[in-house]
């Protein structure tokens, strides 16, 4: 099946700082998404990216297909981004939604 | 709009005994998931319906794990007899088609003793 890489693995920011988390991946896809999963383990959908780019707030991602890999952008993080991040990718050849071990930020004050 | 809905939270069972978790999609959901995700580790898909019909269950442990979608609708997970090395959250998500954005209820946390 499909491999994803999620780096760093750990990151630790002061408020205020941004950060760039990277999503590999080791074939085709057609559906890549981001998600936050915060303290008490509520996964959150924060973007639906195969390709190109998008931004909400202080949260943007882009993910270029043919080289198989998507960023996650961070902007004046707040103590409240603090959690995990996975990156989720379905191949084309319809495999599952596979998700990455994560990124687990910690932002402090 | 109401999200997906989970239920019990919390559970705690001694191994050999059986549990069953149930989720309730958000409405109109054709495709309902059950994931695994054990501490530290990112989610497992253990079986995906589409309204309900089984579309992969490849992962799921089918000497204990069992799971059904009645009418295409709520979702019961259920495992009998427990394994310790069944304690995880077990979370349940909903697409409106297989592809799309998919959401998860606040999961079920399973401790095995």
């Known amino acids: 099946g499909i491999q994803v890489e999620q780096s760093p693995p750990d990151l630790i920011l002061q408020e205020g700082a941004n950060s760039t988390l990277r999503c590999n991946f080791s074939d085709s896809v057609n559906n890549l998404q981001w998600f936050h999963q915060n303290p008490w383990g509520q996964l959150i959908n924060l973007f639906y990216?195969?390709?190109g780019t998008k931004q909400n707030g202080r949260l943007s991602a882009t993910t270029v297909a043919t080289e198989r890999y998507s960023l996650l952008y961070i902007s004046s993080s707040q103590t409240t981004d603090s959690g995990v991040y996975f990156c989720a990718v379905e191949g084309t050849s319809g495999s599952r939604l596979t998700f990455g071990e994560g990124t687990q930020l910690t932002v402090n004050p | 709009e109401a999200g997906v809905a989970q239920s019990p939270r919390y559970k705690i069972i001694e191994k050999r005994q059986s549990v069953a978790f149930w989720c309730n999609p958000i409405s109109g959901h054709a495709t309902l998931y059950w994931y695994q995700q054990i501490l530290g580790q990112g989610p497992k898909l253990l079986i995906q319906f589409q309204n309900n019909g089984v579309v992969d269950d490849s992962q799921l442990p089918k000497d204990r794990f069992s799971a059904e979608r009645l009418k295409g609708v709520d979702s019961t997970l259920k495992i009998q007899p427990a394994k310790l090395e069944d304690s995880a959250v077990y979370l349940c998500a909903s697409s409106w088609s297989s592809g799309n954005t998919i959401y998860f209820g606040e999961g079920s946390w399973l401790t095995v003793v």
């Open positions: 990216i195969p390709s």
